[in-house]
C-alpha cells in the first residue's frame, strides 16, 4: 500500500496551491466572492482630490481669520494713535466714559476735542478741520465712531 501512495503524482503544479486559500487575494474556487482589482490610479486621484478640497477650505478658513486678527489689529492701533492725539489736544471739559466727543485740528495742526458735531456748528464754524467722531470707553482709550478720511493719524 505504501507503494501505491509513492506513485501518484499530482498533476496540479505546486506553485497554483495554497496550504491557507483565505489568504489569497483572488477567489479560489467557483462559490468565492467576486474580486475585482481596484485601478490604482483613480484610487490615488480621488483620495488627492479630497486632500486638495481639505486643505483648500482649511486654508481659507484660516486666511478669514489672518484678515480678522488684521482688522482687529489695524482698529487697535487706530485707537491708540487717536488717542495719544487727543490726551495731546485742547480740551476745556472733563470727558466722560460712553459719550461722543469730536475731534477738530485747528489751523496750527494742534487738536481739539469738542463737544460740538461738524453740522452744529451754524454761521459761528471756526476754522477747523473734522477729524473723528470718538467715544471714551471704559480702559480710557477712545473709540472710532466716525472718521475723516481725508484725514491721517499718522
Known sequence: MSNEKSDFVNPIDPDKITENPHSLAYPHHAGSALVKPED??????????????QTDMQLGQI????QLLAAQA??????????EKIYGAEMRFEPLINHTYHLYQKENQTYLLS?????????SKKSFEYVATV??????????????EDVSFE
Do not use: F, V
Not at 489695524?74 to 488717542?83: A, F, T, V
Not at 467715544?135 to 475723516?148: G, M, P
Open 74 to 83: 489695524k482698529k487697535l492701533q487706530d485707537r491708540k494713535l487717536i488717542s
Open 63 to 66: 486666511y478669514e481669520q489672518m
Open 40 to 53: 490604482q490610479g483613480k484610487i490615488k486621484s480621488r483620495a488627492l482630490s479630497a486632500m486638495d478640497h
Open 115 to 123: 463737544l460740538i458735531a461738524p453740522n452744529q456748528w451754524g454761521r
Open 135 to 148: 467715544r471714551l470707553l471704559a480702559d480710557h482709550t477712545w473709540d472710532i465712531l466716525e472718521k475723516n
